[in-house]
């Protein structure tokens, strides 16, 4: 009786509402982005019926990314405007944005009512030779209601085994029924989403419109905005992270540097947070809740407990689920600083002593002189580093990009700057002109000797132009992931009129290497490949929806530093010999054909046993992914903290790129970049 009253409760949470109409002023919304687009995009596409298919594509499919909510005869109801949104925009008719969520929001009371019935009713087999698809974004829609049911059954079977597997391999003593815990949830989820917001409505039809153009145009209504402003102040929910939706929940699409949650090292970019804890209070589900409300409830003040509930990044499955702790605090700069010290290494008996620096970003202050107290700048910090290793007479340094998502590009300029004498370091083009960022002729070079640059698929924007620089022009062998992440294009933000329209945000540019080769997609290429855990998972610019292609224009006028490209044959021969018989680099390559594997998975068990055995499988290739990360005592906790701008200990990539960086030393016989310009292209 108790089930069926709470069942029916239920579904009485979830009676219509009335459905959403547009604002007065949504036309003309529509109608200024649709106009911006045209006009400043920099593909300079014309809003056509290739960019309505594209709009409608990214609304229908923001909405129901798995395929799960519409029917199939709703797709086919809704097609018929497919190539009509184009023309609708330019009249102010913003109704299909509407009639989209209108629907979505009907069917998905049906679903969320099938599903919190079946879990109140149901008697689960968990003995049956039984799979559930995770990955449905490819998948057909159902084509009748009964097709859509069956896939919910299994959609809730899979929480209820992840559940109880969870709990048996944690050796939980949690009594909370799983039942009645993924009701709560779902009618929390439904709540959520069912919330009459029209602002929101908007939102999402003119991002799936910008979007249309590349991946980083979109919209933001005045409410968005705010959030983007506070994005660019470091300061974004007071743990030191930068986020986006993903399919509902909160990616961490930055760990910022020196930040509480990069501090404590467990949460790592691609993660997602699913849940939010405040101090001492219940765990709250987040899952579709708007971005703004989500974050609200992150940020607090500097001093206060708040407690993420995370899915890593490698589990698409959503099976893992960790709570971790962080104590919020205010972002340093100090603890964003460049890093660097001298390592004395030994190769076939010969000992170097070569320069280590870590960059984590590309910090500088726009609006002071150098001259001025409080001025900060990422290449000038850099500049002491080298100075001290010069000090010390090194043979050669290394220079870790890893991870590095960019950041002030005339910081990229400079760093460059310390490397190569004079000449080009990027070319920016636009709609109308073709321009360089240059070194000036008679630049002082802080550093000659053999260079060596680490990257992985998260170094990217002003990590891709120096790293792309320095090999270009011969100064550099670059080391690390197979490419980098591939983001070669500048966002303008600009303004739709009256503050309640919004602002848009709008790809102007693009950027290439002094060779005319596009950064878009291609990313920078290594010239010896040594696999991160990042090489294995699907993140880069080439897996995101209607990227800009890749292009290229004529090289400028650039002159080779130095030749380090007739090394690079030798030095992968010397590091493949060394490596063949290395047993922690077989066991660091197996690790990351296991984080593909895992990743990759498109379907999963729901038979007890074989689930269990896959789920304590997964576990054990995470915690790789977590490192020394889940010891709790503050002795442990203290040692991390003095570390946190440091590669960690046990790092085989870094070790190999040091003795790389060793076997160049040898065949350069310790030379250094000449003075002169020698060679020329």
């Known amino acids: 009786m108790k089930k069926i009253l709470f069942s029916l409760c239920a579904v009485a949470a979830l009676a219509a509402s009335a459905e959403l109409k547009p604002r007065n002023y949504d036309g003309r919304i529509a109608q200024r982005l649709g106009d911006m687009l045209q006009k400043s995009h920099v593909s300079q596409m014309p809003l056509n019926d290739e960019v309505s298919r594209r709009a409608w594509t990214n609304l229908v499919t923001f909405y129901d990314f798995d395929h799960s909510v519409f029917l199939k005869s709703d797709l086919d109801r809704l097609s018929l405007r497919e190539k009509r949104l184009d023309d609708e925009i330019k009249a102010g008719d913003v109704s299909f944005g509407y009639d989209v969520y209108n629907l979505y929001t009907e069917r998905l009371r049906e679903r969320i009512d099938f599903a919190t019935n079946l879990l109140l009713t149901a008697e689960w087999d968990f003995s049956t030779n039984e799979t559930y698809r995770i990955r449905r974004k490819d998948a057909p829609w159902p084509e009748t209601r009964k097709d859509a049911e069956d896939h919910w059954r299994k959609r809730m079977k899979n929480e209820v085994i992840v559940s109880k597997v969870s709990r048996e391999l944690d050796k939980s003593t949690n009594t909370v029924d799983v039942a009645k815990d993924l009701v709560k949830k779902y009618r929390q989820y439904a709540t959520v989403l069912l919330e009459p917001d029209e602002e929101a409505v908007v939102q999402h039809y003119m991002s799936a419109l910008a979007r249309a153009y590349d991946p980083h145009s979109d919209y933001m209504s005045p409410t968005s905005k705010e959030d983007f402003d506070m994005e660019m102040n470091l300061t974004l929910c007071g743990v030191g992270a930068v986020l986006n939706m993903d399919d509902g929940a909160l990616k961490i699409a930055e760990v910022m540097t020196g930040g509480p949650m990069d501090v404590d090292g467990r949460i790592k970019e691609g993660d997602k947070i699913v849940g939010v804890q405040q101090g001492d209070g219940e765990m709250e589900d987040i899952m579709w809740q708007p971005m703004r409300k989500s974050i609200k409830k992150i940020r607090g003040k500097k001093g206060t407990r708040v407690t993420l509930e995370i899915v890593p990044r490698s589990d698409p499955s959503g099976a893992t689920k960790k709570r971790i702790e962080l104590v919020r605090d205010e972002i340093k700069l100090e603890d964003q600083a460049a890093t660097g010290r001298v390592d004395t290494v030994t190769l076939n008996g010969v000992s170097n002593k070569i ?3 870590y960059l984590p970003g590309f910090y500088g202050t726009m609006d002071r002189k150098p001259s001025d107290a409080g001025y900060r700048s990422a290449a000038l910090d850099i500049a002491k580093i080298i100075a001290d290793f010069n000090a010390e007479d090194v043979e050669g340094m290394v220079l870790d990009l890893r991870g590095n998502g960019g950041g002030s590009l005339r910081e990229a300029v400079l760093l460059s700057a310390l490397f190569v004498p004079s000449g080009p370091v990027v070319q920016i083009r636009d709609i109308r002109t073709v321009g360089s960022l240059p070194i000036p002729m008679g630049n002082p070079v802080a550093f000659r000797k053999p260079l060596v640059v680490l990257t992985d698929r998260a170094s990217a924007s002003a990590s891709e132009i120096v790293a792309g620089h320095l090999q270009d022009v011969g100064r550099a062998i670059v080391v690390g992931d197979n490419k980098t992440h591939g983001k070669g294009t500048v966002q303008t933000v600009m303004g739709l009129g ?36 990042l090489d294995s998972l699907d993140i880069g610019e080439d897996k995101l929806t209607y990227a800009l292609p890749f292009t290229r224009i004529n090289p400028a006028d650039y002159a080779l530093a130095w030749n380090m490209h007739r090394y690079v044959k030798p030095l992968k021969d010397l590091s493949d010999a060394r490596l063949k018989d290395n047993a922690r680099y077989a066991k660091h390559v197996a690790n990351v054909a296991g984080m593909k594997t895992m990743s990759d998975r498109e379907e999963v068990s729901l038979e007890y046993a074989a689930r269990k055995a896959q789920m304590a499988a997964d576990r054990e290739l995470r915690e790789l992914d977590d490192e020394e990360n889940n010891d709790d005592d503050e002795e442990t906790a203290k040692k991390k903290r003095r570390r946190r701008n440091e590669r960690k200990k046990d790092d085989v990539v870094l070790d190999e790129a040091k003795f790389i960086l060793m076997d160049l030393i040898r065949l350069t016989e310790g030379g250094e970049i000449p003075k002169p310009r020698t060679w020329w292209l």
């Open 498 to 533: 009256p503050e309640r329209y919004g602002s848009c945000k709008i790809t102007t540019a693009r950027f290439y290497r002094v060779d005319g080769r596009s950064t878009q997609l291609a990313g920078v290429s290594a010239d010896i490949h040594l696999p991160s855990l």
């Open 355 to 357: 320069g280590y620096v």
